[in-house]
């Protein structure tokens, strides 16, 4: 049998216009248009590309709801058994567009779905996880690369093979983990990395770290003696009782608590709910792990200003970026709003 | 500790696990005592342990007025 693909593409790629038409609503055209033709031609034999999908970016962007909708209609007519969107390489709505069209495609048609993009394009990191998205050079020349990679990824599933890792078949790693089995043991992978490490040759690490954005420094404290300060924990140490009740792992949410006229942390008043190391000592004396005591001796002598009657904490342990990320900027938001000039963030 | 940074409050991480530290990208970096008790050591008499804690602390203090350009690490 042969397979019904239907290809969704944005205006500028249907020949419509630019930016002065990124308004064009969606349309359904019976066959190929533009890209479609190389896509037919990698197609093959196996699948026609029946119809092709027209939307400008700009209303893709201001109507997504409402273009999903209509779009998923106009596809029903068709039956297809395969959508493919894009390429979109770094064009930042078509590849929202792409994004959230296939998502939608494959959630409500339950029916394959692939689209491209540079790794950079913002819909990346939203969709990479749920969809295959082939990796795509940045503009419009890496349309030759592309293309046939789509069309190998979308023919493999209506086949139902299966796909192989992210190198292989040319998609952005999803994120997903399978055990394979090697001939080797890893110690000996690893001392092999290591030795071509050592030698300046390349090596490719089994495990690859996930890459951190920047920040640069802020200004230094000028006067330390009239400093308002604050401390912050991911140690995990809260109220006795864990009132907001923080996970031990993973934790969803930080607390805040106050130390108005507090002067030290005792093991009847406080304790950690960190699930990621022995808590006998911080639980013995929490001010191992947030050390109100000191930090007060150190405010009546002057050493600097004053403390933040509140503290806040959370427990760092597999917590994910995105939750930490929050965390830090709604707890960034009230120590400004107390006027805190420092911070002294404690991590076990 | 990256968006305290971020909206221009200086912070210091006091971490036993410095490379994290820097991985994630603390900009000044306190190296502590251990994991489970980065402010303490519970070998020591109490008064030797507050001796750590206050040694750690005024460190912290010293980096939060380090004018620095990247990051740094204020050790002994």
Redesign the interface.
């Known amino acids: 049998m042969t397979y019904r693909v239907v290809h969704y593409i944005n205006q500028f790629f249907a020949g419509i216009g630019g930016e002065e038409r990124a308004d064009y609503p969606p349309e359904l055209r019976e066959g190929v248009v533009g890209p479609g033709q190389a896509l037919q031609a990698a197609l093959g034999e196996e699948a026609v590309v029946v119809a092709t999908l027209v939307c400008g970016d700009d209303y893709f962007a201001e109507h997504a709801e409402e273009a999903v909708d209509k779009i998923i209609g106009l596809l029903e007519s068709y039956r297809p058994d395969a959508l493919v969107a894009g390429p979109a390489f770094n064009a930042g709505r078509y590849g929202m567009a792409c994004g959230a069209l296939c998502d939608a495609v494959s959630k409500k048609l339950c029916i394959p779905v692939v689209t491209a993009m540079y790794p950079e394009n913002p819909a990346v990191e939203i969709y990479r996880k749920d969809l295959y998205i082939v990796e795509t050079s940045d503009s419009a020349r890496g349309m030759r690369d592309a293309i046939p990679k789509m069309a190998r990824l979308i023919l493999k599933q209506l086949n139902g093979e299966p796909l192989g890792r992210p190198e292989e078949e040319g998609y952005i790693e999803r994120g997903i983990r399978v055990n394979i089995f090697r001939d080797r043991i890893g110690a000996e992978r690893a001392v092999d990395m290591l030795i071509k490490k050592l030698k300046g040759e390349d090596f490719a690490t089994e495990y690859p ?1 996930p890459s ?11 006067n ?1 003696r009239e ?1 308002k ?1 604050a401390l ?1 924990t991911s ?1 995990g140490i809260v109220p006795k009782g864990n009132p907001d009740r923080i996970e031990a792992s993973s934790a969803t949410k930080y607390g805040e608590y106050s130390i108005a006229g507090l002067e030290n942390l005792t093991p009847e008043t406080h304790e950690t709910v960190h699930g990621g ?6 639980n ?2 929490p ?3 947030l ?1 109100l ?3 007060r ?2 405010e009546k002598e002057g ?2 200003g004053s403390l933040h009657d509140k503290y806040y904490a959370t427990v760092g342990n597999g917590t994910p970026v995105a939750y930490a ?1 929050k ?3 709604e ?3 009230k ?2 709003e107390a006027d ?9 | 500790m990256k968006e305290l940074e971020r909206v221009g409050l200086p912070t210091v991480h006091v971490c036993t696990i410095v490379p994290i530290s820097q991985t994630v990208g603390a900009n000044r970096i306190v190296p502590s005592v251990a994991i489970p008790h980065p402010l303490g050591d519970p070998t020591k008499p109490l008064e030797e342990e507050k001796a750590i804690r206050r040694r750690l602390l005024l460190k912290a203090l010293e980096a939060l007025q380090a004018d620095i350009e990247e990051q740094t690490i204020f050790g002994n």
Not at chain 1, 212 to 222: G, N
Not at chain 1, 277 to 282: E, F, I, N, S, V
């Open positions: 770290m951190f954005d920047r920040v640069p420094p802020a200004p230094a404290i000028q330390i400093a300060i912050v140690g190391y022995d808590p006998t000592y911080a013995d004396d001010d191992r792990v050390p005591d000191v930090a001796e150190l050493a600097f990320k965390f830090g900027e707890i960034a938001k120590l400004k805190v000039d420092g911070v002294i963030l404690t991590s076990t």
